[in-house]
């Protein structure tokens, strides 16, 4: 059976470069990334998956008043199993991120460009090659007319890249009907190059935004004004002791501790004779799971007062994102341990399990009480230019969601 699988998804080739040069040419950017949302690609996926015979495809669709058509749609087929009591779900987003400068990019970014295995477009890593993987399984079980022993579940999401609230976030809190508690979640969506991971657990995610207030004078005048950039450089060199307070480490992590960096920071004053009365600057912190990011603030807070004090200004402080880490999936779920064994018989490899320091929808998944897992082969090349992705690895990571639906 496997076998028969195996060979059909290796003739498929063709059917993933004409699926990836459709998609590509329907950029689905959200209305934070300057786009309309995803109701075109979505309507060409609906019809795409009736087309291949799921006999039902879902439309889910979140209210948003910032898209012209007032809703992000996301979609979700099931192709029914011997036990109608579980579903393998694959998950992916149909957003796609801007591409860019487009100098750096050697051709459009929306016209598909097929160089041997490898494609290239914005999009078709991130997040196409889960989507084509995924729907290249059901084309496959549709031809060959293979029941599997369980339900398959494909879920294709809106709004992965600024936040999911109108995505995953979304379908989870307002559809909970579609999962069961046997449910297996597999979210394509990141991974190694030879496929040597799989992600079960990610950080916290604190970005504050950190505005300081002084007073803005002559810079031959110090003594009339409270010069900010001062206040806001003694505020980013306390920050390192972070480190030491929330020290806790976990080797499934990497780096196996909790980060904290200033990052950016915006204009202040436009001429150099002037002290500036007004700063901004903002931090990227990555918190160990346990960790409450109230208690990172409450430390940042401190230090952050002992700098008014000193400097004579006044610091607020703005959630840019703010994302308590969920539950990890256990690394002996069902998900886990049967989709170890099924990247070993595709790629010959034992990939290990690794927390990470982003996020990804997998957390709205775990924070739900499911178990999810992420996994894909990918070379790490997406939001960049000339993003590419291998047919093969398309090829194989369909072999592995294939045989997770059989015992
Ligand atoms: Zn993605």
Same mark, same amino acid.
């Given at each position: 059976m496997l076998a028969a699988i195996d060979r059909h998804l290796e003739s498929s080739a063709q059917a993933i470069i004409d699926l990836q040069r459709a998609l590509v040419a329907i950029p689905a950017l959200g209305p934070l990334n300057g786009g309309s949302g995803e109701k075109e690609k979505t309507e060409f996926l609906k019809d795409y998956l009736k087309k291949l015979g799921f006999p039902q495809v879902r439309e889910l669709r979140a209210p948003d008043p910032a898209v012209p058509c007032g809703y992000r749609p996301s979609l979700a087929a099931v192709i029914p199993g011997k036990n109608a009591a579980k579903t393998f779900w694959v998950i992916s987003h149909t957003d796609i991120v801007p591409p860019g400068d487009l100098a750096l990019w050697s051709g459009d970014p929306y016209t598909l460009r097929v160089d041997g295995d490898i494609l290239i477009g914005r999009g078709v890593e991130d997040n196409h090659q889960g989507i084509v993987s995924s729907l290249m399984v059901a084309r496959t079980l549709f031809d060959l007319r293979i029941t599997p022993d369980m339900n398959y579940g494909v879920l294709l999401v809106a709004d992965e890249e600024t936040g999911s609230k109108y995505g995953l976030d979304y379908v989870v809190k307002n559809h909970p009907e579609l999962f069961g508690p046997d449910d297996l979640f597999l979210v394509p969506d990141f991974g190694e190059p030879k496929s040597e991971m799989i992600e079960i657990a990610e950080?916290?995610?604190?970005?504050?935004?950190?505005? $300081? +207030?002084?007073?803005?004078?002559?810079?031959?005048?110090?003594?009339?004004?409270? /010069?900010?950039?001062?206040?806001?450089?003694?505020?980013? $060199?306390?920050?390192?002791?972070?480190?030491?307070?929330?020290?806790?480490?976990?080797?499934?992590?990497?780096?196996? %501790?909790?980060?904290?960096?200033?990052?950016?920071?915006?204009? /202040?004053?436009? /001429?150099? /004779?002037?002290?500036?009365?007004?700063?901004?600057? %903002?931090?990227?912190?990555?918190?160990?799971?346990? %960790?409450?990011?109230?208690?990172?603030?409450?430390?940042?807070?401190?230090?952050?007062? +002992?700098?008014?004090?000193?400097?004579?200004?006044?610091?607020?402080?703005?959630? $840019?994102?703010?994302?308590?880490?969920?539950?990890?999936?256990?690394?002996?779920?069902?998900?886990?341990?049967?989709?170890? +064994?099924?990247?070993?018989?595709?790629?010959?490899?034992?990939?290990?399990?690794?927390?990470?320091?982003?996020?990804?929808?997998?957390?709205?998944?775990?924070?739900?009480?499911?178990?999810a897992a992420v996994w894909a082969t990918l070379m790490h090349n997406a939001h960049q230019p000339d993003e590419r992705t291998s047919i093969a690895c398309t090829i194989k990571d369909a072999k592995v969601m294939a045989a997770m639906l059989f015992d």
């Amino acid at each position: 059976m496997l076998a028969a699988i195996d060979r059909h998804l290796e003739s498929s080739a063709q059917a993933i470069i004409d699926l990836q040069r459709a998609l590509v040419a329907i950029p689905a950017l959200g209305p934070l990334n300057g786009g309309s949302g995803e109701k075109e690609k979505t309507e060409f996926l609906k019809d795409y998956l009736k087309k291949l015979g799921f006999p039902q495809v879902r439309e889910l669709r979140a209210p948003d008043p910032a898209v012209p058509c007032g809703y992000r749609p996301s979609l979700a087929a099931v192709i029914p199993g011997k036990n109608a009591a579980k579903t393998f779900w694959v998950i992916s987003h149909t957003d796609i991120v801007p591409p860019g400068d487009l100098a750096l990019w050697s051709g459009d970014p929306y016209t598909l460009r097929v160089d041997g295995d490898i494609l290239i477009g914005r999009g078709v890593e991130d997040n196409h090659q889960g989507i084509v993987s995924s729907l290249m399984v059901a084309r496959t079980l549709f031809d060959l007319r293979i029941t599997p022993d369980m339900n398959y579940g494909v879920l294709l999401v809106a709004d992965e890249e600024t936040g999911s609230k109108y995505g995953l976030d979304y379908v989870v809190k307002n559809h909970p009907e579609l999962f069961g508690p046997d449910d297996l979640f597999l979210v394509p969506d990141f991974g190694e190059p030879k496929s040597e991971m799989i992600e079960i657990a990610e950080k916290s995610m604190l970005w504050l935004k950190i505005v $300081v +207030e002084g007073r803005q004078c002559h810079a031959s005048t110090p003594e009339a004004g409270n /010069n900010t950039l001062l206040a806001a450089a003694s505020l980013i $060199v306390q920050i390192p002791k972070l480190h030491s307070m929330f020290d806790r480490r976990d080797p499934l992590f990497s780096p196996p %501790y909790s980060t904290f960096q200033a990052t950016k920071k915006d204009a /202040n004053v436009e /001429n150099i /004779n002037t002290i500036p009365g007004r700063d901004v600057f %903002y931090l990227d912190c990555r918190v160990m799971p346990g %960790y409450d990011l109230d208690e990172v603030l409450a430390a940042i807070k401190r230090f952050g007062a +002992e700098v008014e004090a000193q400097c004579g200004v006044r610091i607020a402080y703005e959630f $840019v994102q703010r994302e308590q880490a969920a539950p990890p999936t256990p690394a002996d779920s069902a998900i886990v341990t049967r989709l170890m +064994e099924r990247i070993r018989r595709v790629f010959g490899n034992a990939p290990k399990l690794q927390g990470i320091g982003g996020g990804t929808v997998a957390a709205y998944l775990r924070r739900a009480g499911h178990q999810a897992a992420v996994w894909a082969t990918l070379m790490h090349n997406a939001h960049q230019p000339d993003e590419r992705t291998s047919i093969a690895c398309t090829i194989k990571d369909a072999k592995v969601m294939a045989a997770m639906l059989f015992d």
